[in-house]
């Protein structure tokens, strides 16, 4: 059994929050690296899935899982995730420069075919 959240990772401030959940900064303890730690309450969550191992998991962290390994470019690996008593927690990549596509799209009106492609 891997240990808790706390032992692993520092979670900083909050970087945003929405109807998914709230996303903050965060550092892995091991190795100084930056991530992000998006927490998602229990109750908020509509839509589940099983992993391979039979847990039962939000849809969102189930189809991240399956984009992280081995990875696809311009998608944020998912790292780590922790199942907790009120919800679950995604450890996420935390690149450099990066914005939400929400805020992206209402700064720029849409996004060019060159853009999209990254």
């Not at 390994?69 to 450890?91: I, S, T």
Request: proline letters at 7%; one cysteine or more.
């Amino acid at each position: 059994e891997k240990p808790p959240l706390e032992q692993l990772y520092r979670e900083g401030p909050l970087l945003g929050s929405g109807g998914c959940g709230s996303v903050y900064s965060g550092t892995r303890l091991a190795d100084g690296t930056p991530v992000a730690i998006k927490r998602v309450c229990r109750d908020r969550i509509s839509e589940w899935a099983r992993l391979h191992n039979g847990a039962l998991v939000p849809l969102e962290l189930a189809l991240h899982w399956m984009v992280s390994c081995p990875g696809f470019r311009g998608v944020v690996r998912l790292l780590d995730w922790f199942e907790l008593p009120d919800g679950f927690a995604l450890v996420m990549e935390r690149p450099e420069r990066c914005q939400d596509l929400w805020y992206f799209l209402d700064e720029r009106g849409f996004l060019t075919e060159h853009v999209a492609r990254g």
